[in-house]
């Protein structure tokens, strides 16, 4: 199902966009709903989508013998999940498992890419959302390494 | 009675919430100190061991005093320890409260044991209350069941490292900061936790428009004693036990850099 435009218009994510490059990834994209459990991907599988998150909340999770899967983050509403498929060999790093009833918009990334080569001007501005994201996400990580809520006795 | 002798207060109950924390309800043994407002302390004495400064964490109205503790050292250990009968001398009330005045939408973010000075907050009428809460482990967070039956305020959970038994969210409180909704012109943030998860958050939520007249933090340093004469607890111009614990996010961003305690 194609995602209708306005759901794509009302997110945050995409405010630097115009609205013709928003219709544009609207047009390489569909609404999908996942029920709590559902497996959206697994470690080592062909990374061709990514999402963002509309309600609902996605597990990132890895396997650590003995411990089995571990979750290392969340994707709660208004997030992007996914980034494997930016660079080779697009296989997807971590796995991730919707935890809640979620809504996602999931787009082909195949199809954004072939879109960004053809706009450059899109293609910035989609890099900048990433690099944007990406940091976000980098510094929570650095932070979580502090460890601010050990028990200092 | 003065600010400097201690008050007798009974332990009435005793509420393990984490493997480290304790919440104890105080009931006055004769006399009572004057009504606290959320965000003051008071500096509550093991007897024979020490005094440290504590939160309220509740505000029954019934004259009981509730403090949720931590075991970090001697004394908070020893007041970890006390089961129900035991007298502690009780200082107080300290220090300056969260500004509710003129709130209308309230965001409250914590951080571990930083939860218990905005516990009494929670209840407060504004027109949307969101708390965003982090801890180590689901085992860390404090005062589960209470905050799962909370029907007017949106609670957003999350920890550092998630388990099986875990569906709420796994990362830092900076990650649903954001992103969640929330309308910058009329959000009034209450901060408390670490100074650096503070300063973090600030920084997420002046990013997102939040002005920071409207970010209040909670500032901790070593108080003893309550009324700004002994001067351990200076942060740069403040003394935290009179002019603190909280501060107004502009007074407060300067000394958050401060490099040494």
């Known amino acids: ?153 | 009675m003065t600010t400097w002798t201690p008050t007798p207060y009974q332990v009435v109950t005793r509420t393990v919430e984490t493997h480290d924390s304790v919440t104890l309800v105080l009931r006055p043994v004769a006399e009572s100190l004057p009504a606290f407002s959320p965000g003051q302390f008071a500096m509550l004495y093991a007897h024979g061991i020490g005094e440290v400064p504590i939160s309220i964490s509740g505000i029954p109205g019934d004259g009981t005093l509730v403090h949720t503790i931590r075991a970090v050292g001697a004394v908070s250990r020893a007041l970890h320890d006390a089961g129900p009968g035991t007298v502690i001398g009780v200082r107080g009330p300290f220090g300056t409260a969260w500004q509710l005045d003129g709130a209308e939408d309230l965001l409250v973010v914590a951080g571990g044991i930083g939860l218990a000075p905005l516990r009494p907050v929670l209840g407060h009428p504004a027109k949307r209350t969101v708390l965003v809460a982090g801890a180590r482990t689901r085992q860390d967070l404090l005062y589960q069941d209470e905050l799962a039956g909370l029907s007017d305020v949106d609670v957003v959970l999350t920890v550092d490292h998630g388990d099986h038994d875990w569906h709420g969210r796994v990362g830092f409180v900076t990650e649903p900061l954001a992103s969640i909704p929330l309308d910058p012109d009329r959000t009034t943030a209450l901060l408390c936790g670490p100074e650096p998860m503070m300063r973090f958050c600030a920084r997420t939520l002046l990013g997102r428009g939040v002005r920071a007249e409207r970010i209040q933090v909670s500032l901790e340093r070593n108080m003893q004693c309550g009324i700004g004469l002994c001067g351990h607890c200076q942060l740069g111009p403040l003394l935290l036990c009179r002019d603190g614990p909280v501060t107004g996010y502009p007074t407060a961003e300067p000394l958050l850099l401060a490099k040494e305690l």
């Open chain 1, 1 to 153: 199902m194609t995602t209708p435009m306005t759901d794509l218009d009302a997110l945050p994510l995409l405010t630097r966009l115009s609205h013709t490059q928003r219709a544009a990834i609207a047009g390489v994209s569909r609404i999908e709903t996942y029920e709590a459990g559902t497996r959206l991907f697994d470690e080592g599988g062909l990374a061709d989508q990514c999402w963002v998150v509309l309600t609902g909340c996605v597990v990132i999770d890895t396997v650590v013998p003995p411990r089995g899967k571990v979750a290392l983050q969340s994707i709660g509403p208004g997030e992007l999940l996914g980034w494997s498929w930016l660079v080779p060999p697009y296989r997807w790093h971590f796995g991730a498992t919707a935890v809640t009833s979620t809504r996602a918009a999931v787009v082909d990334t195949g199809a954004l890419r072939v879109l960004a080569d053809e706009d450059p001007a899109l293609g910035y501005q989609l890099s900048l959302i990433l690099i944007d994201a990406l940091l976000n996400r980098l510094q929570a990580t650095r932070i979580r390494l502090l460890d601010l809520y050990r028990n200092p006795a």
